[in-house]
Antibody
Framework: EVRLVESGGGSVKPGGSLRLSCAAS????????ITWVRQAPGKGLEWVGR??????????DYAAPVKGRVTISRDDSKETLYLQMNSLKIEDTAVYYC??????????????????WGQGTMVTVFS | QSALTQPASVSGSPGQSITISCTGT?????????LSWYQQHPGKAPKLMIY???NRPSGVPDRFSGSKSGNTASLTISGLQADDEADYYC????????????FGGGTKLTVL
């Protein structure tokens, strides 16, 4: 069974830091491009960023609202993805999901068609 | 990057059909066919329902269909069922310059 499990969420004051983890199982983790998506309470989904596979340089891309404040990294030996968040703002309050795109036949949708999702982890930034 | 525009809510009776629109720009919806739809029940993670405009992942019933014309995409659900009541989000690939992926604001579907 393919599974993603996020952890590391919690409450933090503005300006603080948190590191979220996303543990994968049942998937070819070393080949996967993995994306973080967040959802503020009562709001819609927002793309946060993505990391490519290590064979493709583990390149990262980030959304403008978080660029410069977050870093996505991966440890393929542990099949775990990380989201390091610094200088947190109140507007970063959200459930954070890690997700992987659908692979159909020989084609994988790395940056769209997010098929596998974790259960999410809640980050609350408040003073 | 602005969110794609969806109606806040739609409703329909069991057995009926509804359509949810998703309007973007010539830089996202109008430019790429990487248009997806997600269903999200309260407290749950999103579920992929449609990808590449009109393709269904394995296990998604054919009551769900997608289409696109210009800068507007649509999700149609036919034969509405009670369990279809959920929030629905569209998303489009936007290219690396503008931040890769943009989501719609979401539409609450109520089955009357």
């Amino acid at each position: 069974e393919v599974r993603l499990v996020e952890s590391g969420g919690g409450s933090v004051k503005p300006g603080g830091s948190l590191r979220l983890s996303c543990a994968a199982s049942g998937v070819s983790f070393n080949k996967a491009w993995i994306t973080w998506v967040r959802q503020a309470p009562g709001k819609g989904l927002e793309w946060v960023g993505r990391i490519k596979s290590r064979s493709e340089g583990a390149t990262t891309d980030y959304a403008a609202p978080v660029k410069g404040r977050v870093t996505i990294s991966r440890d393929d030996s542990k099949e775990t993805l990380y989201l390091q968040m610094n200088s947190l703002k109140i507007e970063d309050t959200a459930v954070y999901y890690c997700t992987i795109g659908l692979c159909s036949g020989t084609k994988c949708h790395y940056d769209d068609a997010f098929e596998i999702w974790g259960q999410g982890t809640m980050v609350t930034v408040f003073s | 990057q602005s969110a794609l525009t969806q109606p806040a809510s739609v409703s329909g009776s069991p057995g009926q059909s509804i359509t949810i629109s998703c309007t973007g720009t010539s830089s996202d919806v109008g430019h790429y066919n990487y248009l997806s739809w997600y269903q999200q029940h309260p407290g749950k993670a999103p579920k992929l329902m449609i990808y590449e405009v009109n393709n269904r992942p394995s296990g998604v019933p054919d009551r769900f269909s997608g289409s696109k014309s210009g800068n507007t995409a649509s999700l149609t659900i036919s034969g509405l069922q009670a369990d279809d009541e959920a929030d629905y989000y569209c998303s489009s690939y936007t290219g690396i310059i503008t931040g890769l992926v943009v989501f719609g604001g979401g539409t609450k579907l109520t089955v009357l």
